[in-house]
């Protein structure tokens, strides 16, 4: 009999992921006595032993933890003695505020895998087998803390084998709250199609060896699925999709189908058969030039839920992936949602799990075997980051207007949502509201502070102003900043480098080619790009040829009505005379110090492109163009602050080889950084759509290995709410 107690408490991802069940073996491993419960801060545990039995006891909980579990903190207490005749897992304390870690969507586990295709397992071949170490997380989460009745399984009643399995604290299915099968689970439906339950795989299979294109509602939400061997059925896709060019996704039966398709690193294939599952960008080989149009990169990922292992084996080809939405909608989470797109897809896939909180699929590359997010959804998200320091007060950040997300902070962390989308319709920012009020109903949470971007126009700031709690502004490129140096707990200053598309600056004018002094007290821009006008305004964005005639008038000014070169052949004789009319008088033409716009002038200049049907198509086409045996750059200077390129556009301009002109181009932007790096002699910390060019970014870590890129968050503005919330702190 002992006479010490013992309270331990446990905060992080300790909630849904087989964590008192793993507790409960322990205890009795180690022969206590004494209960753990889930509450709303994470898990709580008493027992009574001596203290060396728990110092063993701790040491087995840190080195043992469950596959998706994760300890952000353990607290241990000796208390006043209490009785306990045995070792209980009891029922959840409701009370408090949340601070359990929500546990994000992971892909199925090699023992449910084995058991969906044993014929003798009861659970063989269905297509939502689950237990505690995978599948749905937070996307059938109402609130926390996690229990069934929390969740869209409330509305499956368990069978009794179901419910010896979940009662079993010894069971791998004790507490899945996902846990069903055949007799009381979710159901398929082939919409419009009689087929027994048990044949819906095959007649699916069956259509998309036809040529179908399916409409297939997955995790987070729908999938438009073809053979990606089939041409007519790619193109069929884009042409009702109306995606002339931008790159499909396509989903791969097993790593041996992968390897088919692409070049695969080891750490990349480490990432592609990680538990989370994303869609991993890689060198394509033996691929339909449709999947990816003009870029020799392919996005490819693996099965993640059991209804994708069981359509791939049966198919065995690659799947043409993408998520199913509306332009600028958010991807498609119910019926009503899904049948807007009902002229694009021939057949509809469903199942009647209710997806509460809609999340699209993360997409990672691999850069210097640095991890790079570019899109934090599935799999990584929600995600929890902890602070270097205290936040004042419970604070809201809105984030940005595109590649949008939203995050809470309170105490040392902040909670950041998965990626968002564009907030250009309607649709979409109901979606964004959502997210907010998803967030803070499951976290019991009401902010005291909001903060948004400085753009007035941005649809996440409006939404902030008329917030009835106080109110701050943090400029747009040093939340940039701000969120790479809170993933790293930085707490000294840096020479942050901020290159993205656009972003409001202080003086009113569009950044995105900075340079700037950071810390949590504020920033000092000490360099940026010149500034250049956008031809058009927002028509600049989808048409590089307007940002290279305009860096070209800057050049040459009239001359350019009689030069012939790419650009200039892009428009008509009385189009230009027009276009520098506007030019000379600033008609609709924003100025811009924008690193974002310079490529798309690089790839007017040099005929790579000259009209975008997608964001980012300029830098991708450029990747293809770069020659590393290409050493040389090209002129530039730096004077108060002002960095020149307009020697680098007059350079462009003459030089007779595209590819020649890129790789200079591409170098030069490496020697500007080197340069700055040099002069200011901090911490270098990198962000901006921009660093998600593989070749830049490829190009800036090897000749400054030291420089700094968030693993956790997007470059692009998915991470700009982190970098909000901490921008406030005093």
């Given at each position: ?10 905060k ?10 793993f507790i409960?073996t322990?205890?009795?491993?180690y022969?206590l006595t ?6 709303s ?10 203290s ?15 596959l ?8 241990c207490e000796e208390?006043?003695?209490q009785?306990f ?18 546990p ?28 505690t170490?995978?599948?749905?997380r ?6 926390l803390?996690?229990?069934r ?10 069978c009794?084998a179901?419910?010896e399995?979940?009662?079993?604290p010894?069971?791998?299915r ?9 007799d009381?689970g979710?159901s ?12 819906i795989?095959?007649?699916?299979v069956k259509?998309?060896?036809q ?12 999938h438009?699925?073809c ?6 059925a790619i ?10 060019t ?13 390897r088919?398709?692409a070049h695969i ?8 058969s ?15 030039e ?9 996005g490819?990922?693996l099965?993640?839920?059991p ?8 198919l ?13 909608e958010p991807?498609?989470?119910n019926?009503?949602?899904?049948e807007?797109?009902s002229?694009?897809?021939?057949h509809?896939l ?11 699929d993360s997409v ?7 991890e ?12 929890s ?8 007060k ?8 595109q590649k ?8 040392n962390r ?10 250009d ?15 803070k109903?499951?976290?019991s ?13 941005y649809?996440?700031s ?6 009835e709690?106080e109110r ?5 490129h040093y939340?940039h ?10 707490t ?10 656009t972003?409001y ?7 995105g ?14 360099a ?7 031809l ?6 989808k ?11 800057d050049v ?6 009689s ?13 230009l005379k ?7 008088k600033?008609?609709?033409a924003?100025l811009?110090?924008?690193?974002g ?7 007017s ?14 830098g ?9 045996s ?7 200077s ?11 556009i007059?350079a462009i301009?003459?030089?007779?080889d595209?590819?020649?002109a890129?790789?200079k ?22 962000s901006g ?22 693993n956790?968050?997007?470059p ?12 406030n702190?005093?």
């Amino acid at each position: 009999m002992f006479n010490n107690t013992y309270k331990l408490t446990i905060k992080g991802t300790v909630q849904g992921v087989g964590f008192r069940p793993f507790i409960y073996t322990l205890a009795k491993r180690y022969l206590l006595t004494g209960t753990v419960s889930n509450g709303s801060f994470g898990v709580e545990i008493f027992v009574n032993t001596d203290s060396l039995t728990l110092k063993q006891f701790l040491t087995a909980i840190e080195f043992e933890l469950p596959l998706l579990a994760s300890i952000e903190r353990l607290d241990c207490e000796e208390i006043a003695y209490q009785a306990f005749n045995d070792f209980k897992i009891i029922e959840t304390d409701r009370k408090g505020e949340i601070e359990v870690n929500i546990p994000p969507d992971v892909s199925i586990c090699k023992a449910c895998e084995k058991e969906l295709f044993d014929p003798a397992n009861r659970r063989y071949g269905y297509p939502f087998i689950t237990c505690t170490h995978c599948g749905v997380r937070y996307s059938i989460i109402y609130d926390l803390p996690y229990d069934r009745v929390n969740t869209s399984m409330k509305f499956f009643e368990m069978c009794k084998a179901c419910q010896e399995e979940y009662k079993n604290p010894l069971d791998r299915r004790y507490h899945a709250q996902p846990i069903g099968c055949w007799d009381c689970g979710a159901s398929l439906e082939l919409v419009g199609r009689i087929a027994p339950i048990p044949t819906i795989v095959d007649e699916t299979v069956k259509l998309i060896k036809q040529g179908k294109i399916l409409a297939i509602k997955g995790v987070g939400g729908y999938h438009l699925v073809c053979d990606a061997t089939n041409k007519k059925a790619i193109q069929t896709l884009r042409e009702r999709k109306q995606r002339p060019t931008k790159p499909f996704a396509v989903m791969v039966k097993d790593i041996d189908m992968a390897r088919d398709l692409a070049h695969i690193s080891p750490k990349e294939e480490e990432i592609l058969s990680s538990k989370e599952r994303p869609i991993v960008l890689l060198n394509s080989k033996n691929i339909d030039e449709n999947i990816a149009p003009n870029i020799s990169r392919i996005g490819l990922f693996l099965p993640y839920t059991p209804l994708h292992l069981l359509i791939l084996d049966r198919l065995n080809r690659p799947l043409v992936a993408t998520s199913a939405n509306v332009t600028d909608e958010p991807i498609a989470t119910n019926r009503q949602s899904i049948e807007k797109l009902s002229k694009v897809y021939d057949h509809l896939l469903d199942h009647n799990r209710e997806i509460v909180n809609g999340c699209d699929d993360s997409v990672v590359m691999v850069v210097k075997e640095q991890e790079i997010i570019l899109r934090r959804a599935r799999g990584y998200a929600p995600v929890s980051i902890e602070l270097p320091f205290n936040l004042e007060k419970k604070t809201l950040a809105v984030g940005a207007n595109q590649k949008s997300s939203v995050a809470i902070g309170f105490d040392n962390r902040v909670i950041l949502s998965p990626h968002i989308g564009d907030l250009d319709g309607i649709e979409s920012i109901e979606y964004f509201k959502e997210n907010i009020e998803n967030l803070k109903r499951i976290y019991s949470f009401t902010p005291e502070l909001i903060v948004h971007d400085k753009h007035p126009n941005y649809e996440s700031s409006k939404y902030a102003k008329v917030q009835e709690i106080e109110r701050k502004e943090v400029q747009h490129h040093y939340a940039h900043i701000l969120g790479v140096m809170a993933e790293k707990q930085i707490t000294q200053k840096v020479l942050g480098v901020a290159f993205d598309g656009t972003g409001y600056g202080d003086d009113g004018n569009l950044w995105g080619g900075e340079f700037m002094l950071c810390d949590y007290e504020g920033y000092e821009c000490v360099a940026h790009l010149n500034y250049f006008k956008l031809l058009g305004g927002s028509k600049a964005i989808k048409e590089p040829k307007r940002v290279a005639l305009s860096l070209l008038f800057d050049v040459y000014e009239d001359e350019v009505l009689s030069l012939e070169n790419a650009t200039t052949k892009a428009f008509t004789p009385s189009e230009l005379k027009t276009q520098y009319l506007m030019w000379k008088k600033g008609l609709n033409a924003p100025l811009s110090s924008s690193v974002g716009r310079l490529f798309d002038a690089v790839a007017s200049l040099t005929d790579v492109c000259q009209v975008m049907s997608f964001e980012g198509e300029s830098g991708m086409q450029m990747e293809e163009f770069y020659d590393a045996s290409v050493t040389t750059f090209y002129e530039f200077s730096l004077k108060d602050g002002i960095i020149d390129i307009l020697p680098m556009i007059k350079a462009i301009n003459e030089e007779k080889d595209s590819a020649m002109a890129i790789s200079k181009f591409f170098n030069t932007l490496v020697e500007i950084i080197e340069s700055l790096h040099k002069k200011y002699d901090l911490p270098l910390v990198l962000s901006g759509g921009v660093f998600q060019n593989r070749v830049l970014l490829g190009l800036v870590l090897e000749r400054i290995p030291t420089a700094i890129i968030g693993n956790k968050i997007p470059p692009n503005d998915g991470g700009i709410a982190l970098g909000q919330v901490v921008g406030n702190i005093r």
